[in-house]
């Protein structure tokens, strides 16, 4: 049983366009995490959050946004997606620094 | 530098062997430590916290010295199922501050 969700699991989409992926979790965790993955490839922090109104870009650049408007929701939007964004996005949440959960990730192909 | 240095493997081990993963990190400052199981495209999952008193899970057994900066994965008994990627996690404290290595990936064999 899941207690953070991302939507959706599998998307192809044309370059241009813009995408939002959506992660929510039910666990009031305050801090929530983006990282990218490519196939057999280590993760790379793309964004975190402490909580709401607080957004940080990690260690990999990125051309997406995020915004934390809500503590349990944490969406990441790219606002004209190229095929260089093609990636897996898995978003994480934690309480302090303990017990990070991953969601099951979202696999992003821009043709 | 990085952070965490893991061996990326390949280990190809036969079942019911037992194998270990060795991880460095390289500031002494990191304050918790974990090992995170990833199946092929799956998300990372926490296997185990690891603590300075070594701690075992069934098959599974964690150690971490402080003084020589690196942590161990000590997995008995290999069974099929434990064939998955294996990532040593490492935190400072701060939302920004955790730490992945590349993972070391484990195929156990028939």
């Known amino acids: 049983e899941a207690d953070i969700y991302q939507t959706p699991r599998y998307l192809v989409i044309g370059t241009g366009k813009k995408i939002t992926l959506e992660c929510s979790q039910t666990?009031?965790?305050?801090?929530m995490y983006w990282y990218q993955q490519d196939p057999g490839m280590e993760l790379h922090l793309i964004h975190y959050?402490?909580?709401?109104?607080?957004?940080e870009k990690g260690d990999l650049s990125s051309e997406s946004t995020v915004s934390r408007i809500r503590t349990e929701h944490f969406p990441l939007t790219l606002e004209s997606a190229r095929p260089s964004h093609t990636s897996q996005y898995l978003c994480?949440?934690?309480?302090?620094?303990?017990?990070?959960?991953f969601g099951s990730g979202t696999r992003l192909t821009v043709v | 530098r990085k952070e965490v240095e893991q061996d990326p493997g390949p280990f190809n081990v036969p079942e019911g062997a037992t194998v270990a993963f060795n991880c460095t990190y390289s500031?002494?400052?990191?304050?918790?430590f974990f090992w995170y199981r990833q199946d092929c495209r799956k998300e990372p999952k926490l296997l185990m916290s690891?603590?300075?008193s070594g701690n075992e899970d069934g098959r599974f057994t964690a150690q971490l010295n402080r003084a020589s900066q690196y942590i161990s994965l000590l997995i008995r008994d290999s069974k099929l199922s434990d064939s998955a990627t294996y990532l040593c996690?490492?935190?400072?404290?701060?939302?920004?501050?955790?730490?992945f290595g590349t993972g070391t990936r484990l195929t156990v064999i028939p």
């Open positions: 500031n002494s400052a990191s304050q918790s």
């Open positions: 959050s402490y909580g709401v109104n607080s957004t």
């Open positions: 994480a949440s934690s309480r302090q620094d303990y017990g990070y959960t």
């Open positions: 666990m009031g965790h305050d801090k």
């Open positions: 690891v603590y300075s």
């Open positions: 996690v490492v935190t400072r404290g701060g939302a920004n501050n955790l730490f």
